[in-house]
């Protein structure tokens, strides 16, 4: 099977950069997205692609993938962005798969 | 307005059936793959299959292949999940959600999602 890891949890200070890993054998070589899961609240999804952002997602959500990790960056981290994210891919083993999810804290 | 609304749910003995179902609206339904998504309480997303627009690739999670089906009705703008033999372990918010493309291993992602509905299997 196919399986993507994400920390558990990362924190940062307001107005920082936060940066949430997921790795996967070979991720580069797949497309990965990326939501962001309020609690209480359905999936939204950020980043899509890899690097391609929805419309009405702001700019400081970038995204990257490359060799075994893909990465979500947020710039400029705010208040609103405390959620949970969780990453996405497809293989032909596992059909679509999602990460774990990782809890980021901003305080 | 995109609207994803689901229906279904409920509590059910483990070893019965129930079928979800998702009225889909404000978008053109058979351009778009489809998924469903779960989520046990407390715990992260877990796919559970794909359609693809027009029914001609579906895939399904190990964990439910061979209990759950999908299927869609494009003239009536609606998903459904047939889900057989439940399992405690299947007690979950269930996610409708849209992708962005017509194929569900596309990597664009579920752009829309529905607010979900409860199965408990007890």
């Known amino acids: 099977s196919y399986d993507l890891s994400q920390p558990p949890s990362l924190s940062v200070s307001p107005g920082q950069t936060a940066t949430i890993t997921c790795s996967g054998d070979k991720l580069g070589q797949k497309y990965a997205c990326w939501y962001r899961q309020r609690p209480g609240q359905s999936p939204v999804l950020v980043i899509y692609q890899d690097d391609k952002r929805p419309s009405g997602i702001p700019e400081r959500f970038s995204g990257s993938n490359s060799g075994n990790t893909a990465s979500l960056t947020i710039s400029g981290t705010q208040a609103m962005d405390e959620a949970d994210y969780y990453c996405?891919?497809?293989?032909?083993?596992?059909?679509?798969?999602f990460g774990g999810g990782t809890k980021l804290t901003v305080l | 307005e995109v609207q994803l609304v689901e229906s279904g749910g409920g509590l059910v003995q483990p070893g019965r059936s129930l079928r979800l179902s998702c009225a889909a609206s404000?978008?053109?339904?058979?351009?778009?793959?489809m998924h469903w998504v779960r989520q046990a309480p407390g715990k992260g997303l877990e796919w559970v299959s794909g359609?693809?627009?027009?029914?001609?690739?579906?895939g399904y999670a190990d964990s439910v292949k061979g209990r759950f089906t999908v299927s869609r009705d494009n003239a009536k703008n609606s998903l459904y999940l047939q889900m057989n033999s439940l399992r405690a372990e299947d007690t979950a918010l269930y996610y409708c959600g849209k992708d962005a493309a017509a194929s569900y291993y596309d990597g664009s992602g579920c752009d829309y999602w529905g607010q979900g509905i409860l199965v408990t299997v007890s």
């Open positions: 996405q891919a497809w293989d032909s083993s596992t059909e679509v798969v």
């Open positions: 404000g978008f053109t339904f058979d351009d778009y793959a």
């Open positions: 359609i693809n627009w027009d029914s001609g690739s579906i």
